[in-house]
C-alpha cells in the first residue's frame, strides 16, 4: 500500500511541477509545451525513450490525419479538439494493444504516455507548429524531471 501511496504522490508532484514549468515556459516564451499537464507525464517516462518516441510519433501521426480529414471535412473548434483527442486515443490504444515485439533475445514495449496525453499533443502542433511544440515539451520535461529529482531523489519512477 505503502508504494501505491509513493507513486500517487509522485505522480502528483509532477504534475503539479509541470503545471507551473508550462505556465512559465508560456508567459515567458510564449510557446505550450504540448498542453498543461504534458510535461509532468512525460517527465515519469523520461528513462523510456521507447515510450517518448511513439507518443511523439502518435501526436504527428493524429495532426497528420486530422490536418489530412480537414482538407475534405469541416472540422474547426470544438470539434477539431474532440476529434484529436479521440484519433490520438485510438491510436495510442492500438500501440498500447499490441505489446511487446519480440527481437531475438530482447523486445520492445510498445507503450505511449495515457491516453489523451497524444491528442493534447497534436492540438499544440496544430496550433503552435511541430518544432515549438517538441522542443517546449522536452525541454520542459526535463526541468521537471531535474525538479523531481532534487525534491524526491532517486526514488522518482
Given amino acids: 500500500m505503502d508504494d501505491v501511496l509513493m507513486i500517487t504522490n509522485i505522480v502528483t508532484l509532477s504534475i503539479t511541477i509541470g503545471l507551473i514549468v508550462s505556465l512559465i515556459f508560456s508567459e515567458f516564451f510564449g510557446i505550450a509545451a504540448g498542453g498543461m499537464v504534458v ?14 518516441v511513439l507518443t511523439l510519433l502518435i501526436s504527428f501521426l493524429t495532426y497528420f490525419i486530422v490536418h489530412s480529414l480537414s482538407s475534405f471535412m469541416i472540422i474547426y473548434g470544438r470539434r477539431r479538439t474532440v476529434l484529436m483527442i479521440l484519433i490520438g486515443f485510438i491510436l495510442g490504444w492500438f500501440i498500447k494493444t499490441i505489446g511487446t515485439i519480440p ?22 502542433i496544430d496550433r503552435q507548429g511541430a518544432i515549438e511544440t517538441y522542443s517546449a515539451l522536452i525541454t520542459s520535461s526535463i526541468v521537471v524531471r531535474l525538479i ?7 526514488e522518482v519512477l
Fill in 39 to 52: 510535461p509532468g507525464y512525460m517527465a515519469l517516462f523520461i528513462n523510456k525513450p521507447t515510450v517518448i
Fill in 103 to 124: 527481437l531475438g533475445t530482447a523486445s520492445i514495449d510498445l507503450n505511449v504516455v495515457g491516453y489523451i496525453i497524444p491528442g493534447l499533443i497534436a492540438i499544440w
Fill in 148 to 154: 523531481l529529482l532534487l525534491v524526491v531523489g532517486a
